[in-house]
């Protein structure tokens, strides 16, 4: 029951059939949870951006860098245009610094890539719904590349792909497991606010038996990103294969997880992970997985009735 209600609630909100809630899929909006260009003792991180047109025709394509540690909504404040030809592919490399060169340096933020577009709403839900649907709608197919470009013939990094179903929102829990942070991996944890709300964050850190290692709650600003490392910002220095778990603050996620109105909708969020080995600097970078199971609970509806506040 649970895995086909996730499923209805994903469906509707980008009007395709049931898919699983943290698949990749094209559509007409897509956001890439964190991209970078900052320059470090011994390392020089660039993001390079690939983007397919899948439409039958031209689509005029918008690239919204929102830049982490600020609002930056509404309106969305730093943009880059172009019309992509069906079928057409481009690759940006270095795509903060070439798109939005102005932050120089010493910059990371999400991106949200769209067509078409109409205008902005409460959060990244609204946008979903309002674009048309069906097969002649426009759809994008985006991934990305974040790597140490210290040395040009020899980078590394990871791929970040663009994943923006993966919403925690109302009483949904983000579950990050296999987390580690000791002499040999650190871990960051970032949080992506996809609302012109302010999002109050609980980040919680277990360890492999269950224990309880660190908690607290972050503000992040509308449209904006935040991340923390969990040595430095958490205080966990001992850590291997715990557990990281994000949500909305219950004092907000209380609300009714199937309401309409303003005053019971809930801030929406996407928290991810990047893992490096502190001697070989591989990194793993992943999505949390979202605990939907509560929303049936408490909506108190069958699997194929769906909430009104979710995706009509």
């Not at 025709?57 to 540690?69: H, K, R």
């Not at 792909?161 to 970032?190: L, W």
């Amino acid at each position: 029951m649970v895995r086909r209600f996730v499923t209805v609630i994903v469906g509707m909100a980008v009007g395709i059939a049931a898919i699983p809630v943290a698949a990749q899929v094209v559509s007409s909006v897509q956001f890439v949870p964190v991209v970078a260009r900052s320059n470090g003792v011994g390392s020089l991180w660039r993001t390079d951006l690939s983007i397919t047109n899948l439409t039958n025709s031209a689509v005029q394509v918008t690239a919204a860098y929102l830049p982490a540690d600020q609002a930056n909504f509404p309106p969305l404040k730093y943009t880059h245009q172009m019309t992509m030809q069906s079928k057409q592919t481009i690759l940006v490399q270095d795509v903060v610094g070439k798109w939005f060169p102005q932050f120089g340096d010493q910059t990371k933020g999400a991106l949200l890539v769209y067509t078409n577009a109409p205008a902005f709403g409460k959060d990244l839900r609204d946008m979903i719904r309002a674009q048309d649907k069906g097969t002649a709608a426009p759809a994008l197919a985006v991934t990305s590349r974040t790597y140490n470009a210290t040395d040009p013939n020899s980078t590394f990094g990871q791929t970040v792909p663009a994943d923006p179903y993966s919403y925690i929102y109302g009483i949904a829990v983000g579950e990050m497991t296999g987390m580690e942070q000791d002499d040999r991996f650190r871990t960051n944890i970032g949080v992506v606010n996809l609302s012109g709300l302010t999002a109050p964050v609980q980040i919680t850190v277990y360890g492999a038996a269950g224990q309880l290692l660190a908690q607290k709650t972050e503000n992040i600003e509308g449209y904006s990103l935040r991340q923390w490392n969990l040595g430095h910002e958490f205080g966990v220095s001992n850590l291997q294969n715990g557990l990281v778990e994000v949500k909305i603050d219950p004092s907000v996620a209380n609300q009714d997880p199937c309401g309409t109105t303003a005053g019971s909708l809930s801030p929406m969020i996407v928290a991810y992970f990047s893992k490096n080995d502190n001697t070989s600097q591989d990194a793993v970078f992943g999505v949390a997985q979202v605990d939907w199971r509560q929303f049936a609970v408490e909506c108190q509806e069958g699997p194929m009735d769906g909430c009104p506040g979710l995706g009509q």
